[in-house]
């Protein structure tokens, strides 16, 4: 929880834990997957030491996943309890009152009101790349949205008058407008599809996964995070081999059935 004086983790001068990657996002995305895998896995009562820095990333996104997930979990009383602490937190400081609220409104403003952000542009493409070439239309890998249209300078954007509204993001900073522009609507969904399969080799234990599935769908909607390495290294590459453990130990403590 510091700051590395590149402005890259304060927001509105609030300072958001980033942790040795530098990236506040996965920091509170490392801390809701590690709440989850020691709920499910684990133990539970330990799980709470993750949503402790979880918060601190203040990552508004995976704050409100990390709500969700307690609905989902059935843990009423922790979801009351972090909102009253949250509440109690958000009224004892009048600065703290003024940044968090700034910060809220800007986001809204932003991406809701006056979308002025490549991620909206981004979904704009896709649904005039969809409408005027239909859903099995592709333009090609390393066209459109990622890291090596951005490295190569791709004319794509040129093409379709991309505005970047002075951004200076390595990527359009949201997955589904990259994937279905560069391999087509329905050979994108195909490949989602090859994906989350590999879940069905652990068939029984898709109860207890499901939400990290759901957390990585909308996780990717606000984020370039599906094929992100720093992401799934923490959950795809973990949780199988986790279950097949299980499995293998049945009289071990990691419980999942």
Request: glycine share 6%; proline share 3%; hydrophobic share 45%.
């Amino acid at each position: 929880y510091y700051s590395l004086g590149n402005g890259t983790n304060t927001v509105n001068g609030l300072i958001r834990a980033g942790g040795i990657t530098q990236s506040f996002d996965f920091f509170g995305f490392l801390n809701l997957i590690s709440f989850y895998f020691c709920y499910q896995f684990y133990n539970r009562k330990y799980a709470y030491f993750f949503s402790f820095f979880l918060i601190l990333s203040l990552s508004f996104k995976f704050i409100i996943l990390f709500g969700l997930l307690l609905f989902y979990l059935k843990e009423f009383k922790s979801i009351g309890l972090m909102i009253v602490l949250c509440s109690l937190a958000f009224v004892s400081s009048q600065d703290l009152r003024v940044k968090i609220s700034d910060s809220l409104q800007e986001k809204y403003s932003r991406f809701f009101l006056e979308p002025k952000s490549p991620r909206p542009e981004a979904y704009k493409a896709l649904k005039r790349h969809i409408t005027d070439n239909g859903v099995f239309y592709a333009e090609g890998v390393g066209v459109f949205g990622g890291p090596a249209s951005r490295r190569y300078e791709s004319t794509y954007y040129q093409k379709i008058d991309f505005n970047w509204h002075g951004r200076q993001f390595a990527t359009t900073d949201t997955y589904y407008p990259h994937l279905f522009i560069e391999l087509g609507l329905l050979q994108g969904l195909v490949y989602l599809a090859l994906i989350f399969i590999v879940f069905l080799i652990e068939f029984k234990a898709l109860r207890k996964i499901f939400f990290l599935i759901f957390i990585f769908l909308i996780a990717s909607i606000l984020n370039f995070a599906l094929n992100s390495f720093i992401f799934l290294i923490f959950s795809f590459v973990v949780i199988l081999p986790m279950v097949h453990y299980k499995k293998q130990h049945p009289e071990k403590s990691l419980c999942i059935y």
